[in-house]
């Protein structure tokens, strides 16, 4: 079984910055894709901002250039830098892992989600 942890959500004035943590323990031979995705109530969960294994890095348009995706190999660990915040960007974030065991066979993992709030 593999857990994720974040930590770093909460409130923020508009314009301000946050930074995103989510740690992953457990079983674990390779983690393909790590990332963040948001909900708001009554919607769908959507992609924020992924990265893989090879380093290829995907965002959302809405937060291209103003949201910022690492990640820590060594401690099978991603983060999220978000500057220039918007209201519109209040959201329960959820970190995502898609990890593989030894014989190839995938499993999707999510955090239990950390909200952020943006005052304007």
């Known amino acids: 079984q593999v857990q994720l942890a974040e930590s770093g959500g909460g409130l923020v004035q508009a314009g301000g910055s946050l930074r995103l943590s989510c740690a992953a323990s457990g079983s674990i031979f390779s983690i393909n894709r790590m990332g963040w995705y948001r909900q708001t109530p009554g919607k769908q969960r959507d992609l924020v901002a992924t990265?893989?294994?090879?380093?290829?890095?995907n965002y959302d348009d809405s937060v291209k250039g103003r949201f910022t995706i690492s990640r820590d190999n060594a401690k099978n660990a991603v983060y999220l830098q978000m500057n220039s915040l918007k209201p519109e960007d209040t959201a329960v974030y959820y970190c995502?892992?898609?990890?593989?065991?030894?014989?190839?066979?995938?499993?999707?993992?999510w955090g239990q989600g950390t909200q952020v709030t943006v005052s304007s």
């Open positions: 990265t893989t294994s090879g380093s290829t890095i």
């Open positions: 995502n892992a898609l990890i593989s065991d030894r014989i190839g066979r995938m499993y999707n993992y």
